[in-house]
C-alpha cells in the first residue's frame, strides 16, 4: 500500500513557476515508477509527466514539454514537479499517482488506468 500526498500547489501569475512535491508512505516507494496528472474544471483528467522508479527516464506530455520538469528523490520517498512559464491553461488540480513495476514506457506512463495509487490532489491557479 502506498499513500501519496501532494502539495505546492497555489494561484500564481503567468509566466511564474511553482514546484509540487509528491510525499510517498512506504518502504517501497523506489520500486514505482511516477506520474503527474491534471484534471482542469469540466475536462477529463490528463496526462502531464511521468518519471521510472530510477529517475532515468521521464515522458512529458506535449502542452507541458519544455516547461515542466518531473524529477524524484527515492530517499526522501518524494516526487516532483517543477513548473515553469505558467499559462492559464494550466489551472488545474494536480495528482500525484504511483504505477507498481519497473517497465517504464510512453504508452503505459500516460493511461490513467495504469496507476495503482493516487493523491487527493493539488490546487494550481494561473491568472492571466
Known amino acids: 500500500q502506498v499513500q501519496l500526498v501532494e502539495s505546492g500547489g497555489g494561484l500564481v501569475q503567468a509566466g511564474g513557476s511553482l514546484r509540487l512535491s509528491c510525499a510517498a508512505s512506504?518502504?517501497?516507494?523506489?520500486?514505482?515508477?511516477m506520474g503527474w496528472f491534471r484534471q482542469a474544471p469540466g475536462k477529463e483528467r490528463e496526462f502531464v509527466a511521468a518519471?521510472?522508479?530510477?529517475?532515468?527516464?521521464?515522458y512529458y506530455a506535449d502542452s507541458v514539454k519544455g516547461r515542466f520538469t518531473i524529477s524524484r528523490d527515492n530517499a526522501k520517498n518524494t516526487v516532483y514537479l517543477q513548473m515553469n512559464s505558467l499559462k492559464p491553461e494550466d489551472t488545474a488540480v494536480y495528482y500525484c499517482?504511483?504505477?507498481?513495476?519497473?517497465?517504464?514506457?510512453?504508452?503505459?506512463?500516460?493511461?490513467?488506468?495504469?496507476?495503482?495509487?493516487w493523491g487527493q490532489g493539488t490546487q494550481v491557479t494561473v491568472s492571466s
Open positions: 499517482a504511483a504505477r507498481s513495476g519497473v517497465v517504464f514506457s510512453a504508452s503505459i506512463s500516460s493511461r490513467l488506468e495504469a496507476y495503482d495509487y
Open positions: 518519471i521510472s522508479w530510477s529517475g532515468g527516464s521521464t
Open positions: 512506504g518502504r517501497t516507494f523506489s520500486s514505482y515508477c
